[in-house]
C-alpha cells in the first residue's frame, strides 16, 4: 500500500521555466492538499481540494494553480518560477468523517529548486 | 486568524530523560488539535489528535498530550526519549468543519547520549 505517492522527488529549474508536480493517493480519501515548507515557517497551505471537482486557495496561493484529475490524483503547476519557490512541496490527503480536514497523510516531498 | 506557535525552535535531551515540547494556539471555538512528526528526508507522520472529550490523548511511540483551554495549549510530552525520537515535531490545529490546517513552525529535537 504506497499511500501518497509525489512525483519527483528532486527538480531544478530555472527562473521562468514551468513544471508540474504529480500527486497521487490510493486510500480512497475525498480530500487532497498541497504544503510548501521552509525553514523556520512550518508547512503553509497552497491549495486544498475538500473533495473531486473542487479546489480552493489556502495561504500562499499566488504563482500556484491546481488541478484536481480525478479522486485519486492532484496536480500542482508552477507556470513561471521564481527563486521564492525554491522550498520543500508536499502534498496530502485525507479521509471524510470528522466534517473537516482531519489527519492529514503526507507524500515523501518534492525538492525544488530554482535558480 | 488562527495561529500555532511552538515557542521552542529546538531541545536537546539526554536519553531516558523525559520531554515536554511546547504548543500555544489562537482560535476562537475549540480546534481540532494534532501533533506529527517528521523523520530528516522524510514526510509528516501523525502522533496524536484531540477533537474532543478526555484531554489528556494518548498517542503513537510513548507520546501524550494535554488539552488546557484556559491556557489555549496543547504541549507533547514523552517520559522518557529515546535516541530514535530525534526528529522534527510540529503542532497543528484545524478550523472546525474547515480543511485549512494551520502548522507551527517546529521543534527539533535533538538526543544526546
Not at chain 1, 471524510?96 to 482531519?102: D, F, L, R, S, V
Request: aromatic share 12%; hydrophobic share 35%.
Amino acid at each position: 500500500n504506497a499511500g501518497v505517492t509525489q512525483t519527483p522527488k528532486f527538480q531544478v529549474l530555472k527562473t521562468g521555466q514551468s513544471m508540474t508536480l504529480q500527486c497521487a493517493q490510493d486510500m480512497n480519501h475525498n480530500s487532497m492538499y498541497w504544503y510548501r515548507q521552509d525553514p523556520g515557517m512550518g508547512l503553509r497551505l497552497i491549495y486544498y481540494s475538500a473533495s473531486e471537482g473542487t479546489t480552493d486557495k489556502g495561504e500562499v496561493p499566488n504563482g500556484y494553480n491546481v488541478s484536481r484529475l480525478n479522486k485519486r490524483e492532484f496536480s500542482l503547476r508552477l507556470e513561471s518560477a521564481a527563486p521564492s519557490q525554491t522550498s520543500v512541496y508536499f502534498c496530502a490527503s485525507s479521509a471524510p468523517g470528522t466534517g473537516g480536514a482531519g489527519e492529514l497523510f503526507f507524500g515523501e516531498g518534492s525538492r525544488l529548486t530554482v535558480l | 486568524a488562527q495561529s500555532v506557535t511552538q515557542p521552542d525552535i529546538h531541545i536537546t535531551v539526554s536519553e531516558g530523560a523525559s520531554l515536554e515540547l511546547r504548543c500555544n494556539y489562537s482560535y476562537g471555538a475549540t480546534p481540532y488539535l494534532f501533533w506529527y512528526v517528521q523523520s530528516p528526508g522524510q514526510g509528516l507522520q501523525l502522533l496524536l489528535k484531540y477533537f474532543s472529550g478526555d484531554t489528556l490523548v494518548q498517542g503513537i511511540k510513548g507520546f501524550e498530550a494535554e488539552f488546557k483551554r484556559s491556557q489555549s495549549s496543547f504541549n507533547l510530552r514523552k517520559p522518557s526519549v529515546h535516541w530514535s525520537d530525534a526528529a522534527e515535531y510540529f503542532c497543528a490545529v484545524e478550523n472546525t468543519g474547515g480543511f485549512k490546517t494551520i502548522f507551527g513552525a517546529g521543534t527539533r529535537l535533538f538526543v544526546k547520549a
